[in-house]
């Protein structure tokens, strides 16, 4: 078995490179001899290949980027004479799942349920980005959209046990389930750090996941106790305890998973997960939900994943090795503009009303300033207040060098022993 790999859609400042050659590898015992994975923009620069692709293997694969994925899936098919056909049901299911993207896709039934004749379908429950493998002659057409948690769920799910099913491959789909893992240990090591986890319920099938690379779980520490999470939302909890773990355990990053949360009665219902990763400087929250029908094991497991791509990109972009997203950098400062003027804006009317207030105290009693001072104020008074307001002038010779950090946390959280 021959194949050729296509990725098309996809701008060069947003490849993957890291999940490319994941993927690659994973495809290696069956490329062809000049194979190798090629990404194009447009279907007309990579035309030379894709012609030479189809009479030098057995089948080719397109990973088409899930924004242009009703445009060129018509492209593709029209160049090989094939006819796409809506599946009804397909349809009705990315209607439900997605009523938003219908309304902006203009070839919305195309790109989730144009499929054609006789097509093998590689779909998730939720009937969005139907792929397809089809028969063209000798050669077998693959087409899948190329969405990173989509695209790993369907190759580790489906295509890959269609392929080793159908073409005896011998293909193992341990690469794409752990690329991460290696990525991660590779941006760790190369800075020398460690990070440190919050004890959720699943810390430890995080720590079970890392743990296919020795290396890396050995960098990996843990906060064993924390406080429940009572009312204070999920999200918020997760960042709490991501910023808790890394300035208990001094360490430069914090991490924290939620439990796998879902919304109404139904335990069948899409689940939610945050995952939280803090810095010297801010805290990343992430909120993944699963696809419908993916099992809660699977989902957890594809969640542990994206939880180590995130840690490595933050830590690359803190190492200077992966430039920031200027326009996240722009939203943030836009935040941090905003909430200065809140800022400004709160005090000014403080003082207003301070302002107001005093001036009606003194109205209605009659009082001057001088007879107010004179009456109530006295040295040891201004002292008092002087300490409360400059407490760092006036430090405790004891306490000084002492690490106070931690003086306003929970002490659950602070200790490392089991619970009792």
């Known amino acids: 078995m021959r194949t050729k790999l296509f990725i098309l859609g996809v701008n060069e400042d947003k490849r993957d490179h890291t999940f490319e050659s994941i993927l690659e590898r994973t495809f290696q015992p069956v490329l062809a001899p000049e194979g190798g994975l090629q990404c194009y923009q447009t279907v007309r620069d990579a035309t030379t290949e894709i012609g030479r692709a189809f009479t030098d293997s057995d089948s080719v694969f397109f990973f088409v980027e899930a924004g242009k994925y009703g445009d060129l899936k018509q492209v593709l098919c029209r160049a090989f004479g094939l006819e796409l056909r809506v599946n009804e049901q397909l349809l009705l299911g990315a209607q439900k799942s997605a ?24 779909v998730l429950s939720d009937s969005l980005y139907a792929g397809f493998a089809v028969r063209r002659g000798r050669q077998t057409l693959f087409l899948l959209p190329w969405e990173r948690e989509r695209t790993g769920v369907l190759l580790t799910n489906q295509v890959i046990p269609y392929l080793n099913a159908r073409a005896r491959a011998g293909l193992s789909p341990d690469p794409i389930r752990f690329y991460s893992v290696e990525a991660l240990r590779d941006a760790m090591v190369r800075q020398d750090i460690k990070i440190a986890v919050a004890g959720t319920k699943t810390e430890s099938l995080f720590r079970r996941f890392v743990s296919v690379n020795p290396e890396l779980a ?13 009312t204070t939302p999920p999200g918020e909890y997760m960042v709490n305890l991501s910023i808790t773990a890394a300035e208990f355990m001094g360490l430069p990053y914090g991490v924290a998973i939620s439990n796998a949360y879902y919304t109404g009665n139904d335990p069948a219902a899409p689940k939610t997960v945050y995952l939280a990763v803090t810095n010297d400087e801010e805290t990343t929250l992430r909120k993944l939900t699963s696809f419908y029908g993916e099992s809660t094991a699977d989902f957890l497991f594809r969640c542990c994943r994206e939880l180590c791509a995130l840690l490595t990109q933050i830590i690359n972009v803190d190492a200077g090795l992966v430039k920031k997203d200027e326009k996240a950098e ?3 400062l836009r935040r941090k503009k905003k909430r200065f003027k809140v800022a400004i804006v709160t005090v000014l009317v403080m003082l207003l009303a ?9 109205t209605s009693h009659n009082y001057s300033i001088q007879d107010w001072v004179q009456t109530y104020i006295h040295e040891d008074t201004i002292s008092d207040w002087f300490r409360k307001l400059f407490p760092f002038l006036h430090q405790d010779p004891i306490m000084e060098g002492a690490d106070q950090t931690h003086q306003a946390v929970d002490s659950a959280l602070l200790t490392d022993a089991p619970e009792q």
């Open 354 to 362: 301070l302002g107001g207030g005093t001036w009606y105290y003194f």
């Open 99 to 122: 009523p938003e993207l219908e309304e902006k896709d203009l070839h919305f039934s195309v790109a989730h349920a144009g499929l054609p004749e006789r097509a093998d379908v590689f």
């Open 330 to 332: 722009k939203d943030k």
């Open 218 to 230: 050995q960098r990996v520490m843990t906060v064993r106790k924390t406080t429940p999470r009572g």
